[in-house]
């Protein structure tokens, strides 16, 4: 993934008991294991993407903007309605 990348940063914990494998859309992609935590991955990787969409929708993944400290950390686009892993 390209680190000079300008805009917001975030970062993306898998909240499912399986690993999951996230395509960015740049056709990267993530893989995390049950309960792991992404490092920064820019915003724009994420806009429009309907895997990140229907994985946030299910409550399988949570996504964090970072900031510059637990004061600047903000959840970004909260689904409104959420399922859970079975």
């Known amino acids: 993934m390209h680190n000079n990348s300008i805009g917001r940063r975030v970062a993306i914990t898998n909240l ?11 056709r990267e992609t993530v893989h995390l294991a049950p309960g792991a935590k992404s490092a ?3 915003e724009h990787e994420l806009a ?9 929708e299910r409550a399988l993944i949570d ?3 970072l900031g510059t400290g637990p004061q ?14 079975k």
């Open 48 to 56: 429009n993407n309907p895997d990140v969409k229907k994985l946030r």
């Open 16 to 26: 499912a008991k399986r690993p999951l494998v996230l395509s960015l859309n740049s």
């Open 72 to 85: 600047d950390r903000a959840r970004v686009d909260k689904p409104k309605s959420a399922g859970r892993d």
């Open 63 to 65: 996504v964090v903007a």
């Open 40 to 42: 920064g991955i820019p």
